[in-house]
């Protein structure tokens, strides 16, 4: 009597998920990140697994080193971060290329084709090419879990880190995943081998020699990994491709014959010589940069001329169908037909107080990483650079010293942003004597990813109480002497702090703190109504540029006519302090 097998249990999860999925099943004890879009949603799904430790990091090159530092003691770990945040990482990267692991190290890096919420669109492949490691591409939410737990038995297997990269489509996209149990592993805790742990010249020389044998080794066994697969179609077609973009040539061109490529650094030469042999015309899909591509046509191979395939933007299944030549049925709506929808500060967004005072004293506002960055459109148009995370400090005191003045300049940056990479260049503008204004829009939480903490507001990531890291404990603690802590709803203070700061000779920081107003819905304010009576349509309210303000001026009238809607309303009152003629006013109950 033959017995049945229970079906597999199954879960619908985004590719985000899934990774953390894969990483509790392969029995990863430790885990951490720094929140960044598309891969914040790793960390978060693992802070709800039992058995091991994650944890937000101040930044990403910190949470690749704990977790390089618990691999080395012989337990398997996951950094995750999105993509820029592996250019902070890179430092440690590169190096544990060298020093390899003892328990298994993966780091997921979630690249963002299309710059959805990043200012740039870099394609981290590159990264495995320049570290020496490998490199595994997911398409979808299966293979996500799936890699993550062959990315561990391949650290520990060829004793190295390994790179698993996704982008925002994998990360975001969800569907059905068969859940495995959790295998326990047990560290056995750091042995002392300096030759393999400590990266001084004598010893880096031979373990680069190591890294050099590891990538033959890999090369090797690239040819017969299960993640790289011939799908054999109708012959005239070949396409050699990797990641989402499977998914989209699977669509538009389902019978052509297929090389999907799962470990993609280093490339199966031979497999690929061998399908290209096979079909009459062969193609490279993938998304962003010619990382396959360029290596395919470097080893000789003949690749079927196309017209160019785009190099920036996200990729699409009608991108893809253009490149193969495949006709496809215009479809009757697309995002091109959609209203656009520019995301906007909140109601009631301490931050869009204070970039009001900036506005009102016309100075160069040197920007940062945040929600604040929105104060570069319109009606604020308050945000003149905007770099990476913690440029607006270095920025400012470079332009503070080919400008000699520092009384029309200020450094804007988030309370995240200032712990992550904002201190050293502050500690530089005090080094260098300069006399650089700093604010920090101290809103208590990673708002722009979801609300996420971070050192500064005594909570870990799975809500533990900890240690509350003061940021004007910080600034004064590395020289600024004029350190001030203000609420931006109160508008005439703030004006004169910031004032204040910038007439000084030396350095100033001045923390606008206000709670995000997402994290305070709970807190009940009365609404406020614009006095019609007592409008005069200046149209100053308007260019505070909350969204609670509508204007509803009537087609052909030249008076402007405002109105708060009520739903939307925070509370907050500072479009009252803006109104000059004292018509907008708090709501009576019940209004």
């Known amino acids: 009597m033959s017995s049945v097998s229970p079906p597999a249990l199954c879960a619908l999860l985004s590719g985000d998920e899934a990774i953390a999925r894969g990483a509790f099943e392969a029995g990863v004890l430790v885990a951490t990140a720094y929140p960044g879009t598309p891969s914040t949603e790793i960390l978060e799904a693992l802070t709800e697994c039992p058995g091991l430790r994650a944890q937000w990091a101040p930044n990403e090159k910190v949470a690749l080193e704990v977790a390089l530092g618990a691999a080395l003691a012989g337990a398997r770990a996951m950094a995750s971060m999105k993509h820029v945040g592996l250019n902070v990482a890179s430092d440690t990267l590169v190096t544990a290329s060298y020093t390899g692991v003892r328990g298994g190290l993966v780091v997921v890096s979630a690249d963002d084709p299309g710059m959805h919420s990043s200012q740039n669109e870099q394609d981290n492949r590159h990264y495995a090419h320049l570290a020496k490691i490998p490199l595994l591409e997911p398409s979808d939410s299966q293979e996500a879990k799936d890699f993550a737990v062959l990315g561990f038995e391949l650290s520990e297997q060829f004793d190295t ?192 107080a204070l970039l009001t005072v900036l506005k009102g004293l016309k100075v160069f506002v040197s920007g940062d990483i945040g929600c604040y960055t929105l104060g570069v459109q ?56 300069g006399a650089t204004t700093v604010i920090i829009l101290d809103n208590e939480t990673v708002a722009m990813t979801g609300h996420q903490d971070h050192p500064g507001t005594g909570k870990t990531a799975s809500g533990e109480p900890t240690h509350r890291l003061l940021l004007e404990d910080i600034c004064r603690a590395v020289g600024v002497k004029h350190v001030s802590v203000v609420d931006p709803y109160d508008l005439r203070s703030t004006r004169e702090l910031v004032r204040a700061a910038l007439q000084r000779s030396e350095a100033s920081v001045v923390i606008a703190r206000r709670r995000c107003v997402l994290l305070d819905r709970g807190r009940v304010r009365r609404p406020f109504r614009v006095d019609a009576e007592q409008c005069v349509g200046c149209g100053q309210c308007l260019a505070h540029g909350c969204p609670a303000i509508a204007d509803v001026t009537p087609p052909g009238s030249r008076r402007k006519q405002v109105r708060i809607v009520p739903e939307l309303c925070a509370g907050c009152g500072v479009c009252a302090q803006i109104c000059p003629e004292g018509a907008i006013v708090e709501a009576a109950s019940g209004e």
């Open 161 to 352: 880190p390994v790179l698993l990269r996704i982008t925002t489509r994998t990360a975001h996209s969800k569907s059905l995943v068969r859940l495995g149990e959790r295998t326990e592993r047990a560290a056995e805790g750091f042995s002392r081998d300096p030759a393999k742990t400590v990266m001084v010249p004598a010893h880096a020389r031979r373990r680069h020699e190591l890294v050099e044998a590891r990538m033959a080794k890999l090369a090797e066994y690239a040819e017969t990994c299960p993640l790289n697969r011939i799908e054999r179609g109708d012959g005239r077609t070949g396409v050699i491709v990797s990641g989402i973009a499977y998914q989209y040539v699977k669509e538009v061109r389902p019978r052509a014959s297929v090389l999907k490529l799962g470990l993609t650094h280093p490339l199966p030469e031979r497999l690929i010589r061998r399908f290209a042999r096979s079909v009459e015309r062969l193609y490279v899909v993938e998304e962003l940069d010619p990382f396959i591509e360029g290596q395919v046509r470097a080893m000789g191979v003949k690749l079927a001329r196309a017209p160019t395939q785009a190099r920036t933007g996200e990729l699409s299944p009608s991108a893809v169908a253009r490149f193969l030549g495949v006709r496809r049925r215009k479809s009757r709506a697309g995002a091109a037909d959609l209203p656009p929808r520019p995301p906007t500060l909140c109601p009631g967004c301490g931050h869009r």
């Open 378 to 433: 319109p009606p604020l148009r308050t945000m003149d650079t905007c770099v990476c995370m913690g440029a607006s400090i270095g920025v400012a005191h470079g332009i503070e010293k080919v400008s000699g003045r520092s009384d029309n300049i200020v450094a804007v940056i988030g309370d995240s942003t200032f712990v992550h990479s904002g201190i050293t260049p502050l500690i530089d503008v005090i080094y260098n004597r």
